[in-house]
């Protein structure tokens, strides 16, 4: 696959589809969207050509979550462009696209980031305006070409008409860019809608179906040399590796050393790949764990809390009482991801320029001209910038384009894990059953915190914030509630996982609120629907999710489960059946999901995302925990991960319910429910409560 200075991507749907074209991507951080020939702007996510065609920049990374097909359809639906009409092109690297959620999600300001299932959440509403600002624009231009009152214009299918008069968008793309923008263009009303809601097909779906769609490890540029590396482990040092095991060997090139990263530049990976396996890498690395329990255990015992949440009286409404006591561990979790990492790098006239998958383009790469590339998983392992700053180094030493790939099993012994947590859960219950008091002791670190922290060059805080303790509050109305959290000095690198740590506390609250339900000696749908008067969006899709599975209310003998989860401004309900094989296996047969996101944007994204967040989720409660070394994850072939299958998946039906709401994360959201209520269905019918993920039945 050769890359050249043209075309980049081609595929899409029907008609023009998707093309992205290197002309178009950000050539550098302040670079502006610009127009090619025959296209106008229309503000900074529209462009219009003469030939009918629509761009829209997105400011997201397309990590497989549709957002480069749902930003495009919210611009089509209220342009009323024809869909076969879309491209789509990443925006550029500058301010103007900063995620405008970073704020309320405890990140820095002004960060360009694809995480926390913001990616709708942030930018429906920008894109929208601009293409409603467009569109009357368009109609301007249109009725005075007609002489008629703009009011007695419509758009549709790519034409503004007016009774049997008709005139396209590109006829009109020159003329209207002309215009004055108006300061306040009416959105398109709902019911005049005629593409929100559709399962439109991907615009990325062709490409990546046809194996033509490039991830970061297909870039080719001409003389480039291949790259392999070894990185230290976390507060560790490279010592020493036998030199004379590397130079000699057919095909390399360059041998380069620091502190923290060994690596061989060669004619072929293979071959760079293969020295480096003989040079016998040795590092110096601070004594750590093994085995990292013992450190939550400490912590949650003995260290000092700090109060996260409070609400109500919790002392004085458990004073002289009982309260009902479990604790909840989740131990850190890996990516679990299939793409090796890599970075490219080249240097021309004394500039550097960088692919890499980024997730956050622009944090912790030095002054260079980056050209993101999508993520061969969703992850989130594409936060870190592993392989970036050794390719930039390797490319500036050799005076030649170099790819470095790092091996499974070096990508696995630097991934920046999932921290986990412990968690101490006490709750009382009140009369008729609904909890009266709730409270939650956390030990816990900060993932996406460390990320961002390595990044931008700094330290992490040692005070949890958001991005550790979000979703550590319960979505039910209790009165009295009280979240306190202690950190976790762990010997391993953590960062950002999809999902977490909401997916964390979902296992342990609606673990938790099964147990409270069975203390009760009550049944747990009705348990839960008696404290959700001030969550009816979550009462309605637990309900509807009962329905679906033709709920047996789960007494001592079914096989169902039931959990739900609110996060990221959607809500949902998910029955699961589940049991225990012969094999002292956990099968997970059956899953029944009822999703309330607000406002669809495509039906079908949503469904394909709870559908592969809940198949990511088994393999997250059932592959084995890490094993460490030197504060490392202990590398482990593919096979011996245990992922799930495809002859495993089970059957998963999802509904999505209508709602008038603002549309909500949907990402993230299928990770959250599935190993509670997987563990509740093997409680009903084991009788046999699983509190730690991975699942441990030997411990249960």
């Known amino acids: 696959m050769n890359l050249d200075r043209r075309t980049v991507l081609i595929g899409g749907g029907a008609g023009i589809g998707l093309i992205v074209a290197y002309s178009l991507w950000p050539r550098h951080l302040h670079s502006e969207?610009?127009?090619?020939?025959?296209?106008?702007?229309?503000?900074?996510?529209?462009?219009?050509?003469?030939?009918?065609?629509?761009?829209?920049?997105?400011?997201?990374?397309?990590?497989?979550?549709?957002?480069?097909?749902?930003?495009?359809?919210?611009?089509?639906?209220?342009?009323?462009a024809a869909w076969e009409s879309i491209a789509v092109e990443p925006a550029p690297l500058n301010k103007a696209y900063a995620n405008p959620l970073a704020k309320t999600e405890g990140w820095p300001e002004d960060i360009r980031i694809t995480a926390g299932s913001t990616s709708i959440r942030a930018f429906e509403r920008p894109v929208r305006e601009a293409a409603a600002v467009a569109r009357t624009m368009l109609v301007g231009a249109a009725a005075d070409r007609w002489n008629v009152d703009p009011a007695q214009c419509e758009t549709a299918d790519g034409f503004v008409l007016n009774g049997?008069?008709?005139?396209?968008?590109?006829?009109?793309?020159?003329?209207?860019?002309?215009?004055?923008?108006?300061?306040?263009?009416?959105?398109?009303?709902?019911?005049?809608?005629?593409?929100?809601?559709?399962?439109?097909?991907?615009?990325?779906?062709?490409?990546?179906?046809?194996?033509?769609?490039?991830?970061?490890?297909?870039?080719?540029?001409?003389?480039?040399?291949?790259?392999?590396?070894?990185?230290?482990?976390?507060?560790?040092?490279?010592?020493?590796?036998?030199?004379?095991?590397?130079?000699?060997?057919p095909g390399i090139r360059h041998l380069s050393a620091s502190e923290q990263w060994v690596a061989v530049v060669a004619d072929s990976w293979w071959q760079a790949e293969q020295a480096l396996r003989s040079a016998n890498v040795r590092f110096s690395a601070p004594r750590s764990e093994a085995i990292v329990r013992p450190l939550f255990d400490k912590a949650l015992a003995e260290a000092r809390a700090d109060e996260w949440f409070a609400q109500g009286d919790y002392d004085g409404a458990v004073s002289g009482s009982r309260p009902l006591t479990a604790t909840y561990y989740a131990a850190p979790s890996m990516h679990l991801g299939v793409e090796s990492v890599s970075a490219t790098a080249r240097v021309i006239n004394g500039a550097v320029e960088l692919w890499a998958p980024m997730l956050a383009p622009g944090l912790g790469i030095?002054?260079?001209?980056?050209?993101?590339?999508?993520?061969?998983?969703?992850?989130?392992?594409?936060?870190?910038?592993?392989?970036?700053?050794?390719?930039?180094?390797?490319?500036?030493?050799?005076?030649?384009?170099?790819?470095?790939?790092?091996?499974?099993?070096?990508?696995?012994?630097?991934?920046?894990?999932?921290?986990?947590?412990?968690?101490?859960?006490?709750?009382?219950?009140?009369?008729g059953g609904i909890t009266n008091a709730w409270a939650v002791k956390v030990a816990t670190a900060d993932g996406l915190g460390s990320t961002l922290a390595r990044l931008e060059g700094g330290n992490t805080s040692a005070n949890l914030g958001r991005t550790a303790l979000d979703g550590s509050v319960p979505p039910y109305s209790i009165a009295n509630v009280r979240v306190e959290s202690v950190p976790v000095p762990l010997p391993m690198r953590a960062g950002y996982m999809r999902g977490s740590p909401q997916r964390e506390f979902a296992f342990f609250t609606e673990s938790f609120v099964d147990e409270l339900a069975r203390a009760a000696g009550l049944e747990p749908l009705s348990f839960r629907m008696a404290m959700l008067g001030g969550n009816g969006r979550l009462a309605r899709c637990l309900q509807?999710?009962?329905?679906?599975?033709?709920?047996?209310?789960?007494?001592?003998?079914?096989?169902?489960?039931?959990?739900?989860?609110?996060?990221?401004?959607?809500?949902?309900?998910?029955?699961?059946?589940?049991?225990v094989g012969p094999d002292q296996k956990i099968k997970v047969h059956k899953l029944f999901a009822a999703v309330d996101c607000g406002r669809v944007v495509n039906s079908g994204l949503v469904t394909q995302q709870i559908e592969a967040g809940l198949v990511w989720a088994i393999?997250?409660?059932?592959?084995?925990?890490?094993?460490?070394?030197?504060?490392?994850?202990?590398?482990?072939?593919?096979?011996a991960l245990d992922l799930p299958r495809l002859g495993d998946a089970p059957e998963i039906v999802v509904s999505i319910l209508p709602s008038a709401e603002a549309p909500g994360?949907?990402?993230?959201?299928?990770?959250?429910?599935?190993?509670?209520?997987?563990?509740?269905a093997i409680h009903a019918g084991t009788g046999r409560r699983l509190r730690s993920l991975p699942f441990d039945l030997a411990a249960a």
Request: net charge positive; charged share 15%; aromatic share 4%.
């Open 544 to 579: 509807s999710a009962a329905t679906l599975a033709q709920w047996d209310g789960g007494g001592a003998g079914s096989s169902m489960g039931l959990a739900g989860a609110s996060a990221f401004g959607s809500h949902i309900g998910l029955v699961a059946v589940a049991s």
């Open 665 to 680: 994360g949907i990402s993230g959201l299928g990770t959250l429910p599935l190993a509670p209520a997987v563990a509740n």
């Open 33 to 80: 969207l610009s127009a090619g020939r025959g296209e106008e702007t229309f503000g900074n996510y529209i462009k219009i050509a003469r030939d009918g065609r629509i761009t829209v920049a997105v400011p997201q990374v397309e990590t497989g979550q549709g957002i480069w097909t749902g930003l495009p359809q919210i611009v089509a639906d209220e342009l009323g």
């Open 164 to 249: 049997g008069r008709t005139v396209t968008f590109g006829e009109l793309a020159e003329e209207a860019a002309s215009r004055n923008p108006p300061r306040d263009a009416p959105l398109r009303q709902t019911h005049k809608a005629r593409l929100l809601g559709q399962p439109l097909p991907r615009l990325d779906g062709p490409a990546k179906a046809e194996g033509t769609w490039r991830f970061a490890g297909d870039v080719r540029h001409p003389n480039m040399l291949y790259a392999s590396a070894r990185l230290a482990p976390p507060g560790g040092k490279i010592t020493g590796f036998e030199r004379a095991a590397i130079e000699g060997r």
């Open 366 to 431: 030095p002054e260079a001209t980056l050209y993101p590339m999508p993520p061969g998983a969703p992850s989130g392992r594409a936060m870190e910038a592993d392989a970036s700053a050794i390719a930039m180094a390797l490319a500036k030493t050799v005076g030649r384009p170099v790819q470095v790939i790092l091996s499974q099993s070096a990508s696995q012994n630097a991934d920046a894990l999932s921290p986990g947590a412990l968690a101490r859960l006490t709750a009382l219950p009140g009369p």
């Open 619 to 639: 393999a997250q409660a059932t592959s084995p925990a890490p094993e460490f070394v030197a504060g490392a994850p202990r590398a482990r072939p593919l096979g």
